[in-house]
Structure formats: C-alpha cells, structure tokens
C-alpha cells in the first residue's frame, strides 16, 4: 500500500476504473522517460486501485452466490 494512496473506498467503481487507467498511462510515460523511481511509486499506487477492484469484484460475486437460487447445492471442484 502506497502512503499517499487516497481512501479507494470512497469512489465509485466508474472513477476507480478511470483513475486506474490514467495511471497505467502515466506509468507507460515513466517508462518512455527512463524515471525508475517515478515508476516504482506509480506501481506501488497502481497495485493499490487493482486490489480495490478486486475486492470489489470478489464482494459482488459473494453477494450474488448468497442472494441468487441458481447458486445453491452447486459442487464447486477447485
């Protein structure tokens, strides 16, 4: 987790999404500039928005399995 990385939880999903693009843009352009360190923090930041998606994507199916009837007595083999 970044230490400047803002409260993720208090955006919703079509700003996390926007915002988690734009940065994949700036880190492409970190890497164009050969800055090391500007694209270490930007991964650090970038690792923190794609855990909140997932978080987030984990949450709705979770929710999804328990409210829906066709989820129910299914054998899930992993």
């Not at 409260?7 to 700003?15: A, F, G, I, N, P």
């Not at 843009?25 to 855990?51: C, F, H, K, S």
């Not at 949450?59 to 083999?77: A, P, R, T, V």
């Amino acid at each position: 987790m970044h230490p400047l990385s803002p409260d993720l939880t208090k955006l919703s999903l079509d700003d996390l999404n926007k915002k988690y693009s734009d940065l994949l843009g700036r880190m492409t352009m970190a890497y164009r500039w050969g800055n090391p360190d500007m694209v270490q923090q930007l991964q650090m930041i970038i690792e923190d928005y794609r855990m909140e998606i997932e978080n987030r994507g984990r949450k709705q199916i979770e929710e999804m399995e328990k409210n829906s009837k066709n989820f129910k007595n299914i054998i899930d083999i992993k």
